[in-house]
């Protein structure tokens, strides 16, 4: 069936400005629907848009909030709001101490720890969430590597929704806790992250109201991530930055912090100036950035193991979408220890008082490994997405942090531990 635009515009749902969904291999298109894979080629399936409107004023005199980009997301027009509980508008940090400890010139840190459950899931699963129930799912769902489950519990309490939320056994405890106590449906599966997607994506096919939020819905819930290159460049005033290091799990945000980036260049809310993509991994889990290294458009998968187990995806879905996009920017994907995962978490908070939980140790320490190759330029304005926070892997750091001494109450003590810390 070829669509005509004017069947287009007469969807049966309102999805804001969204007016398709187009496969990312061939390109097929088909109307708005609770659907995932093409069904020409199987491909991703992405939103495809026509934005009406769309000026700088009116994203300012928005909702403090992500909603401020409405206009810009698979959203309906009255998008249900719930003011004091709604991601996004995070800080933009002028990042002068971790800027000179790096030696570059201009950093920002963009702190998503300050989403409502402390991680930038909050922002892909308010817009699934709001997808989902204009395309008539009444249950939310997802398979996760932690911060995922903690977003989607709470998305859905918030809105009154049963929730399914299915995770890997070996989750950190914090991450356990911190979804359960939203009290939906919390399933601990035998297995590694990638046998839990798996076993979602059978689910989602069983159960025609679940909306995974990952999974079925995949389409909408990935341009959540959008917002995060929007507000980066509305923060900066509206420019683009030089460079941005991302973190990479399954791929998406990357793709879609870049795909936000184009969209305000070619709506001309901003220049649309040249900039570079860089993806972080952590060497436990690098399947993209050996990818990157060995010259590759598939993505071998591999079985993870690292303490970065919020981005612990062995077998990402957009991994191939991720080396295009650094390629294309002249960026690149690089991978670090656990080891300097954990200086970079130490790192971070001793120069900005950002308290990062892995993923965003990932990201400032392939910054400086990118640094150091001269594959980051030193002189380019440069922002970092920290992604989530440090409470939330305390086990992270556990053995290697605690008091600088326990002392008895006495100056005399005090003094004595003292000695030669403090000018
Ligand atoms: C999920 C997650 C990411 C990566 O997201 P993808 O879109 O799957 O690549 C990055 N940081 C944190 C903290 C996450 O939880
Ligand atoms: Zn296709």
């Not at 991530?225 to 420019?239: C, D, I, M, N, P």
């Amino acid at each position: 069936m070829t669509l005509t635009a004017s069947s287009l515009a007469t969807t049966a749902f309102d999805l804001g400005p969204a007016r398709a969904l187009s496969c990312r291999e061939c390109g097929h298109r088909i109307p708005l629907a609770p659907e995932f894979a093409c069904p020409e080629c199987f491909g991703p399936l992405e939103v495809a848009y026509e934005f009406v409107d769309v000026t700088r004023t009116s994203i300012e005199a928005g909702p403090r909030s992500i909603w401020r980009y409405r206009q810009l997301l698979p959203v309906p027009h009255d998008v249900q709001r719930h003011p004091n509980t709604e991601p996004g508008l995070t800080r933009l940090i002028k990042a002068d101490r971790l800027a000179a400890a790096l030696g570059l010139r201009s950093l920002w840190v963009k702190d998503d720890t300050g989403n409502p459950t402390h991680s930038f899931k909050d922002r892909v699963v308010a817009v699934a969430l709001a997808a989902a129930r204009e395309l008539g799912f009444t249950v939310l769902a997802c398979p996760s590597t932690g911060n995922l489950a903690n977003a989607t519990a709470a998305a859905a309490a918030r809105a009154g929704w049963d929730s399914v939320v299915l995770i890997p056994s070996s989750l950190e405890q914090a991450k356990v806790l911190t979804t359960a106590v939203y009290d939906g449906t919390l399933l601990a599966v035998d297995g590694t992250y990638d046998d839990v997607n798996r076993l979602a994506t059978e689910l989602a096919a069983e159960h025609e109201d679940w909306a995974f939020v990952n999974v079925n819905v995949r389409p909408y819930y990935a341009e959540g991530s959008k917002t995060l290159g929007y507000e980066v460049a509305e923060q900066l005033g509206w420019r683009l930055p030089g460079q941005v290091v991302v973190p990479v799990a399954s791929g998406s945000q990357l793709t879609k912090v870049d795909k936000g980036f184009q969209e305000l260049g070619s709506l001309g809310l901003v220049e649309p100036t040249p900039y570079r993509v860089f993806g972080a991994q952590a060497t436990g889990c690098s399947p993209v950035s050996r990818a990157f290294a060995e010259g590759h458009d598939v993505v071998q998968p591999v079985r993870p193991d690292t303490i970065a187990r919020s981005l612990a995806i062995g077998n990402p879905a957009d991994g191939p979408y991720v080396l295009d996009t650094v390629r294309r920017t002249g960026g690149a994907v690089a991978d670090v220890s656990d080891e300097e995962v954990v200086e970079g978490i130490r790192l971070l908070a001793r120069t900005e008082g950002v308290f990062a939980e892995t993923a965003g140790g990932v990201t400032v320490a392939t910054a400086k490994k990118l640094l150091e190759a001269g594959q980051l330029d030193p002189d380019a304005e440069t922002v970092l997405l920290i992604t989530g926070d440090g409470l939330k892997t305390l086990d992270a750091v556990s053995d290697r942090l605690g008091p600088t001494a326990t002392v008895p109450a006495t100056s005399k003590a005090v003094r004595a531990a003292l000695e030669g810390r403090v000018a």
